[in-house]
């Protein structure tokens, strides 16, 4: 469970350093500066929902329930940091609103329609209504995994094109292999889990969604933190 929370931190705050501290950017306002970063760490959990996609794995030794609730709850926290990117940027300089309309760049508009995508997707993908929609688990995967593509693809279009903190090459080239990467995470063959002494622990979900709340209270920290430096007097 610690080298679980460990990895999830690390792969999360490292996207982060690399594209807002690295070549770092003036900052522009506090609030719109938290909304940028909300908006970039739910892009990184959103990527890592294509490595911890549900299934079992050998460590921690828990049983599916904490994997399937994890992914679940790693979407829930992908859908809060969207409304924070959006909101925020709504409140702060209402004219954002053009962004939102058929007739702003292309960049936006994949934004736009990578939001539309996740608030259709995470509803259809509850086990009541998915039940309905797919009778068959694995015509739901082929369904989840290629709404999901498409999703990371526009997301990718999103954050490069607006090329403001990703205006380095070398940042644009950084976020399309890290996409690259996850898009093709899930279709490689899996070993077979090593069996080990004794039962996978059971009823775990709840570890999950703390371990997801956790996730979320560390990354709005690091939003908060960057809002803040980069509107200061100290160098970034």
């Not at 705050?13 to 770092?24: E, G, N, R, W």
């Not at 828990?62 to 679940?72: N, P």
């Not at 997707?121 to 797919?134: C, E, G, N």
């Amino acid at each position: 469970m610690v080298a679980l929370t460990l990895r999830l931190a690390i792969l999360s705050a490292l996207p982060y350093v690399l594209v807002f501290l690295v070549d770092a950017m003036p900052g522009l306002a506090p609030a719109w500066d938290f909304a940028n970063a909300a908006g970039l760490f739910g892009g990184v959990i959103l990527l890592l929902l294509f490595v911890y996609c549900g299934r079992p794995m050998s460590r921690p030794y828990f049983d599916g329930k904490f994997f399937m609730v994890l992914h679940r709850d790693l979407g829930y926290a992908v859908l809060i940091l969207l409304a924070l990117h959006v909101g925020l940027l709504l409140v702060d300089e209402p004219l954002v609103v053009d962004y939102l309309l058929p007739s702003a760049s292309l960049p936006m508009l994949a934004g736009t329609l990578a939001a539309l995508l996740l608030l259709i997707l995470v509803p259809i993908s509850l086990p009541a209504v998915r039940q309905r929609l797919w009778r068959h688990h694995l015509r739901f995967r082929r369904w989840h995994y290629g709404i999901s593509s498409v999703l990371l693809v526009l997301l990718a279009v999103h954050v490069i094109g607006t090329g403001f903190y990703t205006g380095a090459c070398w940042k644009a080239v950084l976020w399309g292999v890290i996409t690259s990467c996850a898009l093709i995470w899930p279709l490689l063959p899996r070993s077979p889990l090593a069996p080990a002494e004794g039962h996978r622990r059971r009823n775990t979900g709840g570890l999950a969604s703390r371990l997801c709340a956790g996730l979320l209270v560390f990354v709005l920290c690091l939003a908060g933190g960057y809002a803040l430096l980069t509107n200061s007097d100290l160098p970034l």
